[in-house]
């Protein structure tokens, strides 16, 4: 089956700007989550789609992230306006709905605020 | 979720198995064990997980003690790809799913 899907894999711009990564889950997999790391720091989850629905969004900085699942297939992350903090790698992940089983992760979007 | 300590880092030789520790000792009963490594710049990769019994898959073997307040991941015979950061995760069936990634442990394979 194919994995976890990322795109862009690098994205660089400018402070000020809006970009938007995305992320396509396994087939099949209600469960959607972002997580990201930034420089130095810890591997940190910002939210948890199931389907469509945000279970879980706890983690996200503030309001110039947006995340969208419509349709309950792929979802978005939009930055704006960056900042410089923001750069980091951004991950996502998927899981199936039920289960305790592992999640599988994407190869991540490493995004440059400049 | 239960807090996990681990050692910073780690020196295997390669084909030598690579144990790495894991101590849980707030852990409840309903609290999972997981193991996750990040290999260089990749994303996370799930290696195992279990909740009081022992487990192994074609990855890796989990020792979890009787008490549940520590564990140990068990590489068998560890390759110069397995050289990654390991991330031990206590996590419970219900509830919030995120996952809290610590500092995890550096392990280094040589040659």
């Known amino acids: 089956e194919a994995g976890v899907t990322q795109f862009p894999s690098h994205s660089v711009i400018e402070k000020g700007q809006t970009v938007t990564l995305r992320c396509d889950p396994i087939?099949?997999?209600?469960?959607l989550y972002w997580y990201r790391r930034v420089m130095g720091k810890e591997i940190k989850f910002l939210l948890h789609?199931?389907?469509?629905?945000?279970?879980?969004e706890s983690g996200m900085p503030n309001n110039r992230f947006l995340a969208e699942r419509t349709g309950g297939t792929y979802s978005t992350l939009k930055v704006q306006p960056a900042e410089l903090e923001d750069s980091g790698v951004y991950f996502c992940?998927?899981?199936?709905?039920?289960?305790?089983?592992?999640?599988?992760f994407g190869s991540g979007t490493r995004l440059t605020v400049v | 979720d239960a807090k996990t300590t681990q050692p910073t880092s780690m020196d295997c030789a390669e084909g030598r198995a690579a144990n790495l520790p894991c101590n849980h000792s707030?852990?409840?009963?309903?609290?999972?064990v997981y193991w996750y490594r990040q290999i260089h710049s990749q994303g996370p990769q799930y290696i195992i997980h279990?909740?009081?019994n022992n487990e192994t898959n074609e990855m890796a073997s989990l020792i979890i003690t009787e008490d549940r307040k520590s564990s140990t991941l068990i590489l068998p015979h560890a390759t110069l790809r397995d050289t990654a950061v390991y991330y031990c995760?206590?996590?419970?069936?219900?509830?919030?799913?995120?996952?809290?990634f610590g500092s995890g442990t550096r392990l280094q394979v040589q040659p």
């Open positions: 995760i206590v996590r419970g069936n219900t509830g919030r799913r995120a996952l809290t």
């Open positions: 707030t852990i409840s009963g309903n609290e999972y």
């Open positions: 087939s099949g997999h209600d469960n």
């Open positions: 789609f199931v389907k469509e629905s945000k279970q879980d």
């Open positions: 992940a998927s899981s199936q709905v039920h289960g305790t089983g592992g999640y599988t």
């Open positions: 279990g909740l009081k």
